[in-house]
């Protein structure tokens, strides 16, 4: 169901959910002063509600109002990030909703780089909190169709393009340890850890930018952004009519109609491909995705797509 710029402003603020695009991909949205509207969003994505939910606003200025510790760092990386793929975990204040931040004293901040988002942004006081739209651990949308398709056109869309990024944002949070700053990238995406840390040299900033795994960050389970046929991770050698035994043996089930899946080379265009290769998959009469993994994919600007395929996978055939 797509809707024009004022429906979306008008559903939002009377507790109702709306797709919204972004550079990364579509998110499912409620104004974050709306308890009914966020508890939808969990409802709708049939999301469990110890997953936090990130804040997207149309600013810096936005950004410290829902804030309790805005530093120097937060500032420096907003300033050379924002717009852009890359959400800021920071102390949270009183305007924000504990279902926001499933009871963590911390939220994750981002303002998207999409013109019309920005302009809904700069509509909703205080801002929109938005997953991805689809169905909770399914593979995320990129394109207005995918939403459509997820949520059986019964979600209300504002139409804003495929999305140029496709995957979701880095998730970075400040943390101090034994009397020094670290940033630390809790999701990888577009933004590595190597940018980030060029970022703040080149404001006089010498912090350490590490990569961890927190609670403060959406999409840490095990098994996420799953397609609905399974997806096996394989190497480059790997040869069907040579393994298919092994392969049923292991996943105890018999596949006659698998796809070979080798990504393109340059990473962003990967990236960009990725959900939506996923997607096509699903729907193009394949019972398998052979994903292979070469060894460039090792590569610091891969780690966001294949922190999503290892998410995503049944299994993997490298050792």
């Known amino acids: 169901m797509i809707i024009n710029f004022q429906n979306a402003r008008e559903l939002l603020q009377n507790d109702e959910v709306v797709a919204i695009p972004t550079e990364t991909v579509y998110g499912l949205g409620a104004w974050i002063h709306s308890d009914s509207g966020l508890k939808k969003i969990f409802s709708t994505k049939e999301r469990p509600f110890f997953d936090p939910l990130i804040v997207h606003v149309d600013g810096i200025e ?39 931040t499933s009871g963590l004293d911390s939220v994750g901040l981002r303002c998207p780089n999409h013109s019309l988002t920005l302009k809904l942004l700069s509509g909703i006081e205080g801002g929109i909190a938005a997953p991805s739209a689809n169905k909770f651990g399914k593979t995320s949308p990129t394109t207005v169709q995918h939403v459509e398709d997820e949520f059986n056109s019964k979600v209300p ?66 098994h996420h952004y799953m397609p609905q046929i399974p997806l096996v991770i394989v190497d480059p050698s790997f040869k069907w009519n040579e393994r298919a035994n092994i392969v049923n043996e292991k996943m105890k089930k018999t596949f006659t ?48 797509i ?14």
């Not at 937060?74 to 924000?96: F, M, R």
């Not at 009469?285 to 610091?300: C, K, V």
């Not at 294949?306 to 050792?319: G, M, P, Q, T, V």
């Open 62 to 100: 936005s950004a410290k109002k829902l804030s309790s510790d805005w530093g120097e760092i937060h500032q420096a990386l907003a300033s050379s990030c924002w717009p852009g793929p890359l959400t800021i975990v920071t102390k949270k204040n009183q305007l924000i909703n504990s279902l926001i």
């Open 157 to 222: 869309i504002l139409d804003g393009g495929p999305c140029q990024i496709g995957i979701e944002s880095t998730v970075a949070g400040i943390q101090e340890e034994n009397g020094q700053f670290k940033v630390k990238i809790y999701r990888p995406g577009y933004f590595t850890a190597k940018m980030l840390k060029t970022i703040l040299e080149q404001q006089g900033l010498d912090i350490e930018v590490v990569y961890a795994q927190s609670p403060v960050a959406p999409g840490q389970l095990e």
């Open 257 to 304: 109609n698998p796809i070979l899946w080798q990504q393109p080379l340059d990473a962003h265009l990967a990236s960009r491909e990725l959900y939506s290769k996923m997607r096509e998959f699903d729907q193009s009469g394949h019972d398998l995705i052979l994903a292979i993994r070469d060894p460039h994919h090792h590569l610091e600007e891969w780690m966001g």
């Open 306 to 319: 294949w922190n999503r395929l290892e998410k995503a996978k049944s299994y993997s055939f490298i050792s």
